[in-house]
């Protein structure tokens, strides 16, 4: 059996709180202090949703980049290809050598990257992409759990800080706020009473 949260009335409560300890004479608070009290509040809400938040941009982000590596790893493959020229040192700093390959018929050629042990005449794996053409490995699906898990932080960061900067720099007002008050009713209490005349 579940209970049900009555989301509504909870909500109804804690706004007719908040408005009677704003009225109540037994708890006198400033406008200042209203104002700073709600900026707190909106703040600690923005802190507490903001992880529900990333986390759902960061299970959308781990769909997205599955669903990418999955056609990757369903499209790709290897083949056998034979090196035909000596392997030479490229200023890309790898090791570079023209490869040829047969895939069901299908001759290829190029220029692509080998191991430094790859020698004239031995066979390298080269991925192949649909199309035939030589094409870079696919990622593997750890890579998708990386790219949701960062989306996840960088939103939850992005948050918390703009919490954090909306708060001390909405702090920063009200307590300059406050001092210039401070200062007016300072200033007020200095001035000299004129007598009245008869």
Same mark, same amino acid.
Do not use: C, K
């Given at each position: 059996?579940?209970?049900? +949260?009555?989301?509504?009335d909870s909500w109804t409560r804690l706004v007719r709180l908040w408005l009677?300890?704003?009225?109540?004479?037994?708890?006198?608070?400033?406008? &200042?202090g209203r104002y700073e009290t709600l900026?707190? +509040?909106?703040?600690?809400?923005? %802190? %507490?949703?903001?992880v529900p938040?990333?986390?759902? +941009?960061?299970?959308?982000?781990?769909?997205?980049?599955a669903a990418r590596i999955q056609t990757e790893q369903a499209t790709k493959f290897v083949v056998d290809?034979?090196?035909?020229?000596?392997?030479?040192?490229?200023?890309?700093?790898?090791?570079?050598?023209?490869?040829?390959w047969n895939?069901?018929?299908?001759?290829? +050629?190029?220029?692509?990257?080998?191991?430094?042990?790859?020698a004239l005449g031995k066979d390298v794996p080269v991925w192949v992409g649909p199309d035939g053409a030589p094409t870079s490995a696919p990622p593997r699906l750890a890579a998708a759990a990386l790219a949701g898990l960062g989306a996840s932080l960088v939103v939850l960061a992005g948050i918390w800080l703009s919490a954090?900067? &909306?708060?001390?720099?909405g702090g920063w007002l009200l307590s300059r706020h406050r001092s210039t008050g401070w200062a007016q009713q300072w200033r007020n209490l200095g001035r000299p009473v004129a007598e009245e005349c008869p």
């Open positions: 059996m579940s209970a049900a +949260i009555p989301l509504h009677l300890l704003l009225r109540s004479p037994r708890r006198p608070m400033r406008l &200042l900026l707190r +509040i909106v703040v600690s809400l923005a %802190v %507490v949703l903001a938040v990333a986390a759902a +941009i960061g299970t959308a982000a781990y769909t997205s980049q290809a034979t090196v035909t020229t000596p392997p030479v040192w490229t200023p890309a700093r790898r090791f570079e050598a023209t490869v040829q895939d069901n018929g299908r001759e290829g +050629i190029g220029i692509l990257p080998v191991p430094r042990s790859a954090w900067l &909306l708060l001390r720099g």
